[in-house]
């Protein structure tokens, strides 16, 4: 009889060997800046979460006083906008190295994390960029700037941006060209109001790695100058090109020269009638598209 007693004992009041598995934790789900999100789970979230917290002497902590203590700690480390006193990942959504500032109206470019390496602020109302925008953050590898109001770029803006390699600055006010960082390899100047005299000389000649260059829908007169080896696209189409020499594209004292990389030319919308340039041609591949009658 003690024999039976001493077993349940051991039965009942033993603790178990292996410990329960901790409970998970909630996965944080990132959305995309332009996911909508329902009402009714964002309204089941909210009860989840109050129901959570929960003071030790048994009072709730209310989910807006829980937020705005979380924002007063971020606001110590993150600088402010100059539009807003918001700091910028509140404003914006930063992600990863990723800064995501579309679709805000803020008028300049905000100051970013120092790690970034993209920048995505279309659709916005930026007129100028400055100097010390990028000064300090030489990580970024690609800049969109597309459908903003930019009308200026300070000279230096991107000189010291290393590493970019792609920038956007489409659907601007631009009447001139920036100088440009030597890793591009796509630039996008579409629809701006470009003439021929804001693109200097040897704007395109050091770029080694440009392949992708885009400006249709400008005002250029002439093809630009001294464009370069690794060039695969380029995109002239609705501009005022109204000339065309032998070495635009070709070499006119090398007859077997050859454009090995270029893919594609657009010059469509343009006044200048191609057949008259049939010299010009003659290194590439495939005719540009365009007018030849």
Known sequence: ?????????????????????????????????????SMGSLTQQDDEMQSKDIRKDGTNIS???????????????????KDTNLPTCLLCV?????????????EAVPPLPKETAYLYARFNKIKRIAASDFAD????????FSGNRIEEIEDGAFSK?????ELSLAENRLVKLPVLPPKLTTFNANQNRIKSRGIKANAFKKLTNLAYLYLGHNALESVPLNLPESLRILH??????????????????????????????????????L???????SCLRMLPVGTYY
Request: proline share 6%; glycine share 2%; net charge negative.
């Open 137 to 144: 953050i030489t990580t970024l590898r690609r800049i969109d």
């Open 63 to 81: 989910l807006d006083t829980s937020l705005m203590l979380q924002s007063d700690d971020s606001q110590l480390d993150v600088p402010p906008t």
């Open 236 to 273: 002239l189409q609705y501009n005022n090109i109204t000339t065309i020499t032998d070495d635009t594209f070709c070499k006119s004292n090398n007859t077997r020269y050859i454009r090995t990389q270029m893919d594609e030319i657009r010059m469509e919308g343009n006044p200048i009638v």
């Open 94 to 106: 930063c992600l990863s190295g990723s800064v995501y500032c579309e679709e805000i109206d803020i």
């Open 161 to 165: 941006l290393l590493l970019l390699e």
């Open 1 to 37: 009889m003690e024999t039976l007693q001493a077993t349940f004992f051991l039965l009942v009041f033993v603790p178990l060997v292996n410990p329960a598995p901790p409970l998970q934790q909630d996965l944080l789900q990132f959305y995309d800046y332009d996911t909508d999100v």
């Open 275 to 281: 057949a008259k340039h049939v010299n010009a041609f």
